[in-house]
């Protein structure tokens, strides 16, 4: 495992290293989509064949509290916002993920 600053360049960081996973837990609603979109474009690059994100945050339209936290972010944020099911799927396919999966974590059995 290796910590990485994820708004910067950080492909530059880890010289050349692939990974199998890239998690970011509670990164994109801080931040604007285009940011969301330039963070995700740089994980892709960073994996190896096969590998795979997971994003962990609040999904509008999935979470009961999305809505509310959106207001939040507008408030306390310079881009920040929830985003659809819809932006992260677009966001995914426009960075070349496939086979994108959306687990709600109030479903997973420890």
């Given at each position: ?19 199998d ?9 801080i ?23 997971a ?15 959106a207001?939040?972010?507008?408030a306390?944020t310079?881009g ?23 687990i ?6 420890l």
């Open positions: 495992m290796k910590k990485g600053d994820f708004t910067k360049e950080f492909v530059n960081e880890f010289s050349g290293e692939l990974f996973i890239v998690f970011m837990g509670n990164i994109c609603h931040y604007s989509e285009e940011e969301n979109r330039r963070f995700i474009r740089r994980v892709s690059s960073v994996l190896k064949d096969g590998g795979m994100i994003i962990e945050d609040f999904v509008r339209g999935r979470s009961p509290m999305a809505e509310m936290f207001v939040n972010m507008l306390n310079e920040g916002n929830t985003y659809t099911e819809g932006q992260y799927r677009e966001w995914l396919r426009d960075a070349g993920f496939r086979n994108i999966e959306v709600d974590r109030a479903t997973i059995s």
